[in-house]
């Protein structure tokens, strides 16, 4: 051993969990690593960050250990456990080449609680435990954080007697205050990438407690025992596998499998700094990254068999036993690659299929959000918020109107007015309404179970309409109920009855607007022209080709960074500047206005990229339309 300052981490052991093998890249300048600013923006989104502030403020009075330093941090610790009691935020212990902070430790004469603080979805009385007498397997990667914890803890200070706990997010819990998000203001720390919480809070303002604290410990023992799962690996064997590999920065051996698929140490631009490509060349001399991977073929379940006979590109996969296992959608895909087809496959039966369609034709699509910490009185951790909607109508002579509608004030509970919006838009003809993707109709059945629990007869009217548009499940036959105007899943038409290959394997909008563009005259021709329709993107060219390199840009991509237009001094910022250009970064952006002291410039320009971000998906839907009724 020769690096005394390497040390395996609670980060860095979940990480070799997932992989062993991405030990080698983590925190190395010469590979990229996209799961850094991803995980950043999820926890900022989803109120990580609030979340682990508010367990701190439940057990008040405690010594937060801010040191960088390892040995600071540990010294400081070991001080404060002098104590009887005593309560320490981040306390950090080392053992070996093993190196952890707890989130928040409680010390009472030689008992110390370990608490691990999640933000994880969670119910008072959920079953940890599956009816074999299994742990969970979607509990086993927080279980394993704590596990790990412990196992350092332990060897660092065998004095004492320790119990693990999760401290997570309660569902059934719900808010007794106003506004308990905006006692936790994240704020920018200069250029870094650091959040600042108000520290003057008195736990009087908190209000009923939302995080419940649940005791792990037989779970753990299970773990370290080998009795989570059916086939359970020996626990403490790995972690200090992953220790050594880590210390002496060496590569674990690589593993090929499906795990790659979103590997964060994967770059598109420069494989010279992807580890991915590292991983995956030094089995494979002949891999090239771009090319067509096994992985790309949609919505295929057999990935990992085909990589473990030893085949990993999609062509191989044509010419192999498995193209028997390929679905037509998957067949059409890979048979596209092998003959380099570059043509679009459309199904006659679609065609068959608009003919029953009524105009005028409603496009809609939600933005919602579902935070840890509830924004207002009387609702719960997790619990759906509609906040924005938008909707193209198009009329059988080819006029198209737009309309929308957001939430933006941080007072308001949006979800009620948002149905009465939707329904003052939808609900004054029986023209067909189209979504993309179940969610649309996922969020109307939540709201309405919302309504219902209110008792509150005002609701009657859009409740049925609700039902109305929607489709649900008998809760005791099991059989679909449909609406007598239930919305029509034009996803799930794509699915069926159209491909192109620049859509890959993928059927998002970002993905199929692009392709319809790549190969429609008539699209490219309207759309290649300043928009006479619409609100936000009222005059925006949506198709525009770079002459001198010869590429035409997603219009996705055209989505501006409302921040490059700000007149104010960006250090005055209340957040990190960010484009909204997917349903994570809106979902991010909502969250971000729910605080009041922002700026009045930057609150207009948020939601301004909100709207247009909702208004690009309906007229992607709008266009995916129109392209089919012009080859009918």
Same mark, same amino acid.
């Given at each position: 051993?020769?690096?005394?300052?390497?040390?395996?981490?609670?980060?860095?052991?979940?990480?070799?969990?997932?992989?062993?093998?991405?030990?080698?890249?983590?925190?190395?300048?010469?590979?990229?690593?996209?799961?850094?600013?991803?995980?950043?923006?999820?926890?900022?989104?989803?109120?990580?960050?609030?979340?682990?502030?508010?367990?701190?403020?439940?057990?008040?009075?405690?010594?937060?250990?801010?040191?960088?330093?390892?040995?600071?941090?540990?010294?400081?610790?070991?001080?404060?456990?002098?104590?009887?009691?005593? !309560?320490?935020?981040?306390?950090?212990?080392?053992?070996?080449?093993?190196?952890?902070?707890?989130?928040?430790?409680?010390?009472?004469?030689?008992?110390?609680?370990?608490?691990?603080?999640?933000?994880?979805?969670?119910?008072?009385?959920?079953?940890?435990?599956?009816?074999?007498?299994?742990?969970?397997?979607?509990?086993? /990667?927080?279980?394993?954080?704590?596990?790990?914890?412990?196992?350092?803890?332990?060897?660092?200070?065998?004095?004492?007697?320790?119990?693990?706990?999760?401290?997570?997010?309660?569902?059934?819990?719900?808010?007794?205050?106003?506004?308990?998000?905006?006692?936790?203001?994240?704020?920018?720390?200069?250029?870094?990438?650091?959040?600042?919480?108000?520290?003057?809070?008195?736990?009087?303002?908190?209000?009923?407690?939302?995080?419940?604290?649940?005791?792990?410990?037989?779970?753990?023992?299970?773990?370290?025992?080998?009795?989570?799962?059916?086939?359970?690996?020996?626990?403490?064997?790995?972690?200090?596998?992953?220790?050594?590999?880590?210390?002496?920065?060496? =590569?674990?051996?690589?593993?090929?499998?499906?795990?790659?698929?979103?590997?964060?140490?994967?770059?598109?631009?420069?494989?010279?700094?992807?580890?991915?490509?590292?991983?995956?060349?030094?089995?494979?001399?002949?891999?090239?990254?771009?090319? /067509?991977?096994?992985?790309?073929?949609?919505?295929?379940?057999?990935?990992?068999?085909?990589?473990?006979?030893?085949?990993?590109?999609?062509?191989?996969?044509?010419?192999?036993?498995?193209?028997?296992?390929?679905?037509?959608?998957?067949?059409?895909?890979?048979?596209?690659?092998?003959?380099?087809?570059?043509?679009?496959?459309?199904?006659?039966?679609?065609?068959?299929?608009?003919?029953?369609?009524?105009?005028?034709?409603?496009?809609?699509?939600?933005?919602?959000?579902?935070?840890?910490?509830?924004?207002?009185?009387?609702?719960?951790?997790?619990?759906?918020?509609?906040?924005?909607?938008?909707?193209?109508?198009?009329?059988?002579?080819?006029?198209?109107?737009?309309?929308?509608?957001?939430?933006?004030?941080?007072?308001?509970?949006?979800?009620?007015?948002?149905?009465?919006?939707?329904?003052?838009?939808?609900?004054?003809?029986?023209?067909? !309404?189209?979504?993309?993707?179940?969610?649309?109709?996922?969020?109307?059945?939540?709201?309405?179970?919302?309504? =219902?629990?209110?008792?509150?007869?005002?609701?009657?009217?859009?409740?049925?309409?609700?039902?109305?548009?929607?489709?649900?499940?008998?809760?005791?036959?099991?059989?679909? !109920?449909?609406?007598?105007?239930? =919305?029509?899943?034009?996803?799930?038409?794509?699915?069926?009855?159209?491909?192109?290959?620049?859509?890959?394997?993928?059927?998002?909008?970002?993905?199929?607007?692009?392709?319809?563009?790549?190969?429609?005259?008539?699209?490219?021709?309207?759309?290649?022209?300043?928009?006479?329709?619409?609100?936000?993107?009222?005059?925006?060219?949506?198709?525009?080709?770079?002459?001198?390199?010869?590429?035409?840009?997603?219009?996705?991509?055209?989505?501006?960074?409302?921040?490059?237009?700000?007149?104010?001094?960006?250090?005055?910022?209340?957040?990190?500047?960010?484009?909204?250009?997917?349903?994570?970064?809106?979902?991010?952006?909502?969250?971000?206005?729910?605080?009041?002291? =922002?700026?009045?410039?930057?609150?207009?320009?948020?939601?301004?990229?909100?709207?247009?971000?909702?208004?690009?998906?309906?007229?992607?839907?709008?266009?995916?339309?129109?392209?089919?009724?012009?080859?009918?």
């Amino acid at each position: 051993m020769t690096n005394k300052e390497r040390y395996l981490t609670k980060t860095r052991f979940n990480l070799a969990s997932s992989c062993p093998t991405k030990l080698f890249y983590t925190g190395k300048k010469e590979f990229t690593n996209k799961k850094n600013d991803d995980e950043f923006l999820l926890a900022l989104a989803e109120g990580g960050f609030q979340v682990g502030e508010l367990a701190k403020y439940y057990h008040p009075n405690g010594h937060n250990i801010d040191s960088l330093d390892i040995d600071e941090a540990i010294k400081e610790t070991n001080e404060l456990l002098t104590n009887d009691k005593v !309560i320490i935020y981040e306390a950090a212990f080392k053992f070996d080449s093993y190196f952890i902070r707890v989130d928040v430790l409680i010390k009472d004469g030689n008992s110390i609680e370990l608490i691990e603080v999640k933000a994880k979805s969670f119910k008072s009385f959920d079953k940890f435990y599956s009816a074999s007498g299994f742990i969970k397997t979607s509990w086993l /990667p927080y279980l394993h954080d704590v596990a790990f914890q412990l196992w350092v803890m332990k060897n660092a200070r065998s004095d004492f007697n320790i119990t693990p706990y999760l401290m997570l997010a309660d569902k059934n819990k719900k808010t007794s205050i106003d506004g308990l998000n905006q006692l936790f203001k994240i704020k920018k720390d200069g250029n870094r990438k650091k959040i600042v919480v108000s520290k003057d809070i008195d736990i009087s303002e908190l209000g009923e407690k939302i995080l419940a604290k649940v005791d792990v410990g037989d779970m753990v023992e299970m773990i370290y025992n080998g009795q989570a799962q059916k086939e359970s690996s020996d626990f403490i064997t790995k972690i200090k596998e992953y220790g050594e590999y880590y210390y002496n920065d060496k =590569m674990y051996p690589i593993s090929l499998g499906t795990h790659c698929k979103k590997c964060e140490f994967k770059d598109d631009q420069d494989i010279s700094k992807s580890g991915y490509s590292k991983c995956w060349s030094s089995l494979y001399p002949e891999f090239k990254q771009n090319d /067509p991977h096994v992985f790309n073929i949609w919505n295929y379940r057999k990935s990992q068999k085909v990589i473990d006979s030893g085949i990993y590109k999609m062509r191989d996969v044509y010419a192999s036993d498995f193209v028997e296992t390929l679905n037509d959608r998957q067949y059409l895909q890979v048979d596209k690659i092998v003959n380099e087809s570059i043509g679009e496959d459309i199904k006659p039966e679609l065609f068959n299929e608009m003919e029953k369609w009524e105009f005028p034709l409603h496009f809609i699509d939600f933005e919602t959000c579902m935070i840890a910490i509830p924004f207002h009185k009387g609702r719960t951790p997790y619990e759906q918020i509609a906040f924005q909607f938008s909707c193209h109508t198009l009329y059988e002579d080819g006029r198209i109107e737009h309309h929308e509608w957001i939430e933006s004030d941080a007072n308001n509970f949006p979800n009620y007015k948002f149905v009465e919006e939707l329904k003052n838009v939808l609900g004054n003809d029986n023209g067909s !309404i189209f979504r993309y993707s179940a969610h649309e109709n996922t969020v109307l059945l939540q709201i309405k179970d919302q309504m =219902m629990a209110s008792n509150d007869k005002r609701y009657k009217e859009l409740i049925d309409w609700i039902d109305s548009i929607t489709y649900r499940k008998d809760p005791e036959t099991k059989d679909k !109920i449909e609406g007598e105007r239930n =919305m029509i899943d034009l996803l799930e038409y794509v699915k069926k009855y159209y491909y192109h290959p620049k859509m890959g394997g993928s059927n998002s909008l970002k993905y199929v607007l692009p392709a319809i563009f790549s190969t429609s005259e008539f699209i490219r021709n309207k759309y290649s022209k300043k928009i006479d329709f619409g609100t936000n993107l009222k005059d925006t060219i949506l198709w525009e080709k770079n002459e001198k390199t010869n590429t035409v840009s997603n219009p996705y991509q055209l989505l501006e960074n409302q921040y490059d237009e700000i007149k104010i001094d960006k250090e005055k910022l209340y957040f990190l500047d960010q484009k909204v250009e997917d349903g994570a970064a809106a979902m991010l952006a909502y969250s971000k206005l729910q605080f009041s002291e =922002m700026l009045d410039e930057e609150r207009e320009l948020l939601t301004l990229a909100l709207l247009q971000y909702c208004e690009l998906d309906t007229l992607a839907m709008v266009i995916i339309y129109e392209h089919w009724n012009s080859i009918k």
